[in-house]
């Protein structure tokens, strides 16, 4: 296997002893700026006692509060119920409506025995009529990816027995079988995020559905910012690698007992990315006349929501970090416990500052993620399925 010949290195080694370029500017600068701090009166929350005990029932969003202040909280403002306030011993102790008792019982249940996963995947090959080869998760934004499927079954997250619900724009929350160049796919318009409340294990749920469907290949994508300064907005980095801070902070996906049905429990996670689909992709970018937007780099996946400060970017750089986001790295690790072929890739929709500024432009935020995702979703689509049409006759 030889390196990844992309024109336009980008300042980190390969892997394979190419190393491409410089790494950029990782110095300190001292630059930070003093700021004031208001005391701010907390929000009431719902507190888990507020609404138990008897009369203690009600509805959703608003709680009466015994001591009489208006609208359920001392500062008259609506009660916004966690979980946790909802939840008494088990049992729920206020009136939902069925779509947030729902919600709540799949943000509750965080582990999915192997029947589980199993009752999914036969739902979906039975209502489909196949076993799909190719397994996508569109990345934000990129939901066109699964516009391309011919023939699509269309399954709704909500309409799925156990499964999740998407809550982020840009996530469509909706299943999609079908064909793409000859090959047999499926799609998850919709990814679940750590951010959401999701565990790890339940974001990444779906990649082991996709291997019961018979998956052999995932094609992860996702919206991410660039902190390699080479990086430009809408270019498209492939994943050679990443850093992952969730498992740095002790968290993973395969935490729990290990169901060796699924893959070991000591995952080896070195060649996680697929060199040979790496080097396709880069064929197949100079071949659409983009090889200057590709580069090939490692991602990192922080919890999020919020974007990261210039010190956390900063100490990224400096740890060999080209592109950050919130997921994937667990898709990633959950598709490698079942040994599945990974290919992956990030398309920059910002650029990371790494110095202080006072610029507004210098903020991320979702809308700008979006705007760019749709504006390159194009060549996006035109790599994805250029690589599945080689995959595919490569096993005809
Ligand atoms: O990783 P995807 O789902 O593409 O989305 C990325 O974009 C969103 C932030 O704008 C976050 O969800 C981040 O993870
Ligand atoms: N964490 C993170 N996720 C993103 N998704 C798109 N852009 C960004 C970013 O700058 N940071």
Known sequence: MTGYKVANGNGHSNGN??????????????????ADYTAQENPTMCSRDCCSGPGGSNRGNTCSDKKGAKAGSLTGEKIIPTPQSLLGNGKIQCELTHEELR???????????????EE????I??????????????????????????????????????????????????????????????????????????????????????????????????????????????DIMLMHDHVNMLGFAGNSPLQGPNDPRFGPRF???????????????????????????????VYSCLGGPNYETIAELKALRMMG??????????????????????????LITNKCATEYSDKKDDEANHDEVMAVAKNRQKACCELVSRLIREIHLASA
């Open 103 to 117: 919600a709540l019982r799949v943000l509750n249940e965080d582990t999915y025995p192997y029947e589980v996963i």
């Open 125 to 234: 090959t039975k209502g489909s009529g196949m076993r799909p080869k190719i397994g996508i998760i569109c990345g934000s934004g990129l939901g066109s990816l699964a516009d391309m499927i011919q023939d699509p079954k269309i399954f709704e997250y909500e309409k799925i027995p156990n499964f999740p619900v998407s809550t982020v724009e840009g996530h469509a929350g909706r299943l999609v079988v079908g064909t793409l160049e000859g090959a047999t796919v499926m799609a998850m318009q919709g990814r679940f995020h750590f951010y959401e409340g999701y565990p790890l294990a339940k974001c990444s749920m779906p990649v082991r559905v996709m291997k019961l469907c018979g998956v052999e290949y995932l094609f992860a994508t996702n919206a991410a910012g660039g902190i390699n300064p080479r990086f430009a907005v809408g």
């Open 321 to 346: 970090v080209d592109a950050v986001g919130m997921s994937t790295v667990h898709e990633v690790i959950t598709a490698r416990h079942c040994d599945m072929k990974v290919f992956a890739f990030s």
């Open 267 to 297: 995952p080896a996670l070195v060649n996680s990315y697929n060199k040979d689909l790496i080097n396709k992709a880069i064929e197949i970018a100079k071949a659409m006349g983009i090889e200057s937007n590709i580069h090939v780099g």
């Open 17 to 34: 002893g190419n190393t491409k370029g410089t790494n950029g500017t990782n110095g300190h600068s001292n630059g930070h700026k003093s």
């Open 120 to 123: 999914i995947a036969d739902f």
